[in-house]
């Protein structure tokens, strides 16, 4: 419950302390006066954006500070979940600097304006002219049917089964896009593999069969020439070995005269031995030297395989290119383990799906079962606000795919004269008759859902007389229950409160001021006397003032 509202420096408010009490208060004042801007300074500790430009007096900062009474709430885990101190008496503070930056506090701890708006929405519900314009709205309706059906825990479990179904469909959409993307590819990828596959590559055969095929195009020029060297150094009718062994011999003869002839002569030994030696190895390979027609054939054939893959996969090694045929390979590997994701994702698609559609089926049963209970509760509080013959019925539509708010759709129907056809509210409910509405759902609500307070922003809109009699009768009825505050214009409604805060302007020689204060019961009825009689206070409207109240 709102124990006092404090305010310093907001809009025409230069600073306000109001206490307000259980039960039913209203707020009257002249248009114009600051009735609506009280509110949005509250609506500031309710975690409201800000603007710098509500600053009074632009160069101190705005401080908004609210206390609400929290001993009838089981709120205590909000603040150890956020490691928040908590008090049954809780203060929510708001501050706007003159250079534009907020910051909020509960229990003077500092917190972000997300979990100010959270607390917030525990606490207070405001219910403006704009609100009710919501009761053509489908996803107001439908939420309202939520909260009264009482299946918080299945709309948590579906809307998280809807989630993850959703983020699935946009993954499978995304896969299968992607998989047919490649489905072109992979026909092309399996023709490249296949060709390096059937090549049989290994690293080093290129180099080995250009030498190979150099050999063998050049057997017969290579024999020849070995040939012809072993014949110059040991094989020849006249040939180094033997020209050299002759030297030995003539040389052999004088060095025993010449003791430098014999140094020379092992020189020469040694030469002649290495010559004979390399004579030997040149034999050897000439031996190996064989020319092979068929042979050269199958490595000029292997040749071209080689180079012609080399030219169109653009590398110039056997190893870039074993290395390219292992790349396609992987790529093919992945697309083949795409589909295989694909069906199984398929598959938890269908099961996430299915899952989907129980748990909308189980919110449907809940959403019929809680219809007749609201059209009963809303008609009855209808008849009671002057609409004997207005009928409210409920309908509900069937998807043929699941939403985030399940299978339905809903549709408020309305008609408020007796024979008149059912139509959606949109279209046949005048602003009066949409205000009753709302305020017979907000009675409706306020026994289901505890929100402790309850604000009511002029939502007496088009009606009058004895109708406002019976709004006013509604409100202080709630108020058994919540906390009740409505601004208002209207004297029916005002005589039924219990207690009464008037909004006035006071203008200084610097600017216009708005202040609040409590009436007595002296200034309640001078109040309620002016509201009925146009701004005039006369005997009878004092009379007629004090009727009003005497009747609560």
């Known amino acids: 419950m709102l124990l006092s509202l404090k305010v310093t420096n907001y809009a025409l408010i230069e600073r306000l302390e109001i206490d307000l009490f259980p039960g039913f208060t209203v707020i009257t004042g002249e248009t114009g006066a600051g009735k609506s801007i009280l509110l949005g300074a509250l609506g500031l500790v309710l975690g409201n954006r800000a603007e710098t430009n509500v600053l009074m007096d632009q160069s101190i900062k705005c401080v908004v500070e609210a206390i609400f009474d929290l001993s009838k709430m089981k709120i205590q885990s909000f603040f150890l979940e956020n490691d928040l101190d908590y008090q049954d008496e809780t203060v929510l503070r708001r501050e706007i600097n003159p250079g534009g930056k907020t910051r909020a506090f509960i229990n003077d701890t500092p917190v972000n304006l997300n979990l100010l ?3 917030g929405g525990f606490l207070v519900d405001i219910h403006s002219q704009h609100d009710s314009l919501l009761l053509s709205n489908a996803s107001f309706q439908l939420e309202l049917i939520d909260e009264l059906a009482l299946h918080d825990l299945l709309l948590t479990s579906y809307k998280s089964a809807f989630h993850n ?26 023709f490249q593999f296949e060709e390096l596959e059937k090549a049989k590559l290994s690293v080093g055969e ?9 050999m063998l195009t050049h057997a017969v020029d290579l024999r020849s020439g070995l040939l012809g060297a072993i014949d110059f150094l040991n094989e020849g009718d006249v040939n180094a070995a033997g020209l050299m062994k002759e030297t030995l011999f003539q040389l052999n003869k004088f060095d025993k005269i010449l003791p430098e002839v014999e140094l020379l002569t092992d020189r ?39 180079t012609q893959l080399q030219h169109k996969h653009r590398v110039s090694t056997n190893t870039e290119l074993i290395n390219l045929r292992d790349e396609i390979l992987a790529k093919i590997q992945k697309i083949d383990q795409s589909e295989y994701q694909i069906e199984k994702l398929v598959n938890h698609h269908k099961e996430t799906r299915s899952l989907v559609i129980k748990l909308a089926q189980d919110l449907r049963t809940g959403r019929n079962s809680a219809v007749p209970i609201i059209e009963k509760s809303v ?17 509900f539509d069937a998807l043929m795919e699941p939403e985030s708010t399940g299978l339905d759709k809903v549709k408020f129907l309305f008609c408020a004269n007796k024979g008149g ?9 005048s602003g009066g008759e949409l205000s009753r509405l709302m305020l017979a759902i907000k009675n409706l609500v306020s026994g289901q859902r505890y929100t402790p307070t309850l604000i009511f922003d002029e939502i007496d809109t088009g009606v009058s007389g004895e109708i406002a009699s019976k709004v006013g009768r509604i409100m202080s009825g709630l108020s058994a229950k ?9 004297p029916q409604i005002a005589g039924k409160a219990h207690q009464h805060l008037l909004v006035y302007k006071i203008e200084d020689s610097d600017r216009t001021k708005s202040e609040i204060i409590q009436l007595n019961d002296n200034q309640r009825i001078d109040e309620i006397a002016r509201m009925l009689s146009d701004d005039t206070i006369t005997e009878a409207s004092r ?9 609560i």
């Open 117 to 119: 708006k959270e607390i």
């Open 165 to 190: 179904f959703r983020q699935l469909t946009k993954e499978l959409d995304s896969m299968q896009k992607l998989a047919l993307e490649k489905s072109t590819d992979i026909d092309y990828f399996k």
């Open 206 to 214: 290129y180099e080995e069969l250009k030498i190979k095929y150099e």
């Open 268 to 306: 020469l030994n040694s030469c002649h031995i290495e010559m004979k030696d390399i004579a030997k190895e040149l034999s050897f390979l000439e031996s190996k030297i064989y020319f092979d027609e068929n042979e050269l054939v199958n490595v000029e054939s292997r040749l071209d395989l080689l």
């Open 379 to 395: 008609s009855d509080v209808l008849v009671n606000l002057g609409m004997p013959n207005a009928r409210f019925q409920i309908q």
């Open 421 to 429: 056809q059912l139509e959606e509210i949109a279209k046949v409910a």
């Open 482 to 490: 919540v906390q009740v505050i409505s601004i208002t214009h209207l």
């Open 543 to 551: 009379n007629a003032a004090k009727e009003l109240i005497k009747s």
